[in-house]
């Protein structure tokens, strides 16, 4: 590790996976850093974001990234209470919830916040749709109950790399790259 690392403070090794990924071929080191820090909850995935850069700041340079599932017949659901809602109804309780549904549209959304010489949020958004059952054993969280529209596989009949090209986070780092373009 040296100062130009770049830390991925997440507790989810999918994620980093993901970053790590997306990164290949970039000279950037980048490692995962799993700490605990204070998180509010609001209604909205740049507010949590926002706090989190200023409670992280000592651990420059950094990526963090708040994510979530907003389902259109569930009126946004889960929305910023993806993760709790992961964690006490999973996968199982959603497609329970939405049993008798014909609307299955639905979006991921993920918002990056990047914290080097510069402080800077990056937005992505996958549009989808909610399937009938679970498919596939890759990624993690709701992956095996998304497919983004276009595509006949949910995100956890994918790779990494596959979804990567096309998903929220792949979209939001990609956004990112743009921005830092040669320091990477
Ligand atoms: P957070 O961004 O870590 O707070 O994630 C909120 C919840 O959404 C967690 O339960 C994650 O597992 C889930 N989640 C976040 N990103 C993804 C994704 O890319 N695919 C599937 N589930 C996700």
Known sequence: MN???LNVITSN???YVEYKEKLK?????IEMVNIDYPEIQTDSLEAV????????EDHAPLIIDDSGIFI???DGFPGVYSAYVMKT????????????????S???????????????LFKGISK????????GTKGFGYDPIFRQDGFEKTYAEMTSEEKNRISHRGRAMDKLLDHVKESY
């Open 128 to 135: 989808g749709s909610i399937t009938y059952e679970k498919k």
């Open 13 to 15: 090794r999918g994620k």
């Open 3 to 5: 100062d130009d690392t």
């Open 49 to 56: 974001v926002k706090f989190a850069l200023k409670e992280l």
């Open 89 to 104: 109804l999973g996968c199982e309780g959603i497609l329970s919830l939405m049993e008798d549904q014909d609307d299955r």
């Open 25 to 29: 071929g970039h000279h950037r080191e």
């Open 72 to 74: 259109d017949a569930l």
């Open 106 to 120: 639905s979006r991921f959304e993920c918002v990056i916040g990047y914290l080097d010489e510069e402080k800077k």
